[in-house]
T-cell receptor, first 115, second 110 residues
Framework: KAGVTQTPRYLIKTRGQQVTLSCSPISGHRSVSWYQQTPGQGLQFLFEYFSETQRNKGNFPGRFSGRQFSNSRSEMNVSTLELGDSALYLC??????????????FGPGTRLTVT | DAKTTQPNSMESNEEEPVHLPCNHSTISGTDYIHWYRQLPSQGPEYVIHGLTSNVNNRMASLAIAEDRKSSTLILHRATLRDAAVYYCISYNTGGFKTIFGAGTRLFVKA
């Protein structure tokens, strides 16, 4: 079974631009979560989607948004990029909501650099 | 949200057992405890999870205290490939979000 895939793997953008990252979950997984990882803040939860609905959001500004499609694939968008948005963005999929009943499987991440 | 506390770093010798502790004193009765690890330049990798009983899988064992306020991840024979940051997470029931702590960086000496 193929794992979680994320595209692109690396991205360089300029301040003020916007970016869209894509995540394809493991086949059959309907829950997708997004995380930001930086050296200073560690792994931080962005949002979680299940059946095309955002069920929870972390403490990030409205510039960070996401969506999930009917095939469970998900995208996240960051508008008006700032230097501090440079990070590794990770996507994780899980079988179902489950409050932790099911484990999450992470993709390799997208490394975003904002200059 | 339930918080977890872990030592910043630990060191082990190769082929010896490793016990990685985690404190989750604010955990509620239905919150699961998960462990993930992250090797350099990779996304986190699932290790093991449980609710109340001790759990074993091919990678590790999870020992959960009777009061569930702490747990220990046990790697039975550490290898150099086990050098990673290990994260203990307690899922907030109904919260649908994952809160990662700072994790424990495990160093394995040959």
């Amino acid at each position: 079974k193929a794992g979680v895939t994320q595209t692109p793997r690396y991205l360089i953008k300029t301040r003020g631009q916007q970016v869209t990252l894509s995540c394809s979950p493991i086949s059959g997984h309907r829950s997708v979560s997004w995380y930001q990882q930086t050296p200073g803040q560690g792994l931080q939860f962005l949002f979680e989607y299940f059946s095309e609905t955002q069920r929870n959001k972390g403490n990030f500004p409205g510039r960070f948004s996401g969506r999930q499609f009917s095939n469970s694939r998900s995208e996240m968008n960051v508008s008006t990029l700032e230097l501090g948005d440079s990070a590794l963005y990770l996507c994780a999929s899980s079988l179902s909501p489950g409050q932790g009943i099911y484990e999450q499987y992470f993709g390799p991440g997208t490394r975003l650099t904002v200059t | 949200d339930a918080k977890t506390t872990q030592p910043n770093s630990m060191e082990s010798n190769e082929e010896e057992p490793v016990h990685l502790p985690c404190n989750h004193s604010t955990i509620s009765g239905t919150d699961y405890i998960h462990w993930y690890r992250q090797l350099p330049s990779q996304g986190p990798e699932y290790v093991i999870h449980g609710l109340t009983s001790n759990v074993n899988n091919r990678m590790a064992s999870l020992a959960i205290a009777e009061d569930r306020k702490s747990s220990t991840l046990i790697l039975h024979r550490a290898t150099l490939r086990d050098a990673a940051v290990y994260y203990c997470i307690s899922y907030n029931t109904g919260g649908f979000k994952t809160i990662f702590g700072a994790g424990t960086r495990l160093f394995v000496k040959a």
